[in-house]
């Protein structure tokens, strides 16, 4: 992804800082070890959004995320927690489909978080409504720039050779 390039440029500017006598103390002191911090597996996801269902604001007295944006469905029992499998299957189709490695596929959490802000206001638009929570889920991760991150990665070349680079610009 574009982010790894980023961290793979700032590691080994780290390790060369380190290496050097009497180098930036600096860096020598919080880049002592190297860490991969993995991305969300569904689980995580689950827990991304049990916490949007239980989160308050105003804190103690204000309503939970989900119950503001879908009071109705919050009162019979609807929790966003329980739409997260659905949620995960969708993320992990589109990965499959643009040829990821699924054995190591991990989700950033900027694209749950975008997806889960697109779905909830979407719920709240129509909620009076019937839905199909997996077409809703869909569009959510369509919409959260997940599948925009991978097509827009550079080549070995370092030119990025996507469809919306070449119509100059994005979609």
Do not use: C
């Not at 697109?118 to 991760?141: H, T």
């Not at 080549?155 to 994005?170: I, K, L, V």
Request: without cysteine.
């Amino acid at each position: 992804m574009v982010e790894g390039k980023n961290i793979s440029v700032i590691r080994d500017k780290a390790s060369r800082l380190m290496r050097e006598p009497g180098g930036n103390s600096l860096a020598q002191r919080f880049f002592a070890s190297m860490h991969h911090y993995r991305g969300l597996h569904a689980t995580d996801l689950a827990t991304l959004t049990e916490h949007v269902d239980r989160a308050r604001w105003p804190e103690r007295e204000g309503p939970t995320y989900t119950e503001h944006f879908v009071p109705k469905l919050f009162r019979t029992g609807w929790r966003l927690r329980d739409q997260a499998p659905l949620l995960w299957d969708e993320f992990h189709r589109t990965a499959a489909s643009m040829g990821l490695d699924m054995s190591k596929f991990e989700l950033l959490p900027r694209f749950a978080v975008r997806a889960i802000r697109y779905a909830l206001p979407e719920l709240q638009r129509n909620a009076d409504q019937s839905r199909d929570l997996r077409e809703l889920m869909a569009k959510a991760v369509a919409n959260s720039g997940f599948a925009d991150a991978y097509r827009l990665q550079p080549t070995a070349g370092g030119q990025d050779t996507s469809a919306s680079h070449r119509r100059g610009g994005r979609k």
